[in-house]
């Protein structure tokens, strides 16, 4: 059994919200992503809103980063060329 965690660390500063995600796994590298967000001058004061953005974006560059990772491992143990993982 094997098991992999996400940490979520989340940095405000005024109306912007930055996460950056690690996945902690026994994989070779560290896979790590960032991602933000900014709230409008028009928009009530939400942070939780603002939070769930930015990790929400931190999340999905994190996924596609473990598929290129998973493509490229797929190529190096098959010696294809252009592997392309299918979403489902």
């Given at each position: 059994m094997r098991q992999w965690s996400?940490?979520?660390?989340?940095?405000?500063?005024?109306?912007?919200?930055t996460a950056t995600v690690a996945l902690l796994a026994d994989a070779?590298?560290?896979?790590?992503?960032?991602?933000?967000s900014?709230?409008?001058a028009g928009d009530a004061a939400s942070?939780?809103?603002?939070d769930e953005v930015a990790v929400a974006r931190a999340l999905?560059?994190?996924a596609d980063?473990?598929?290129?990772?998973?493509?490229?491992?797929?190529?190096r143990?098959?010696?294809?060329?252009d592997v392309q993982?299918?979403?489902r």
């Open positions: 996400v940490r979520v660390t989340l940095f405000e500063q005024g109306d912007d919200t070779p590298e560290a896979l790590t992503a960032r991602g933000t900014h709230r409008s942070p939780h809103i603002g999905r560059r994190l980063r473990l598929v290129a990772s998973a493509e490229a491992d797929i190529e143990a098959t010696g294809e060329h993982l299918r979403a």
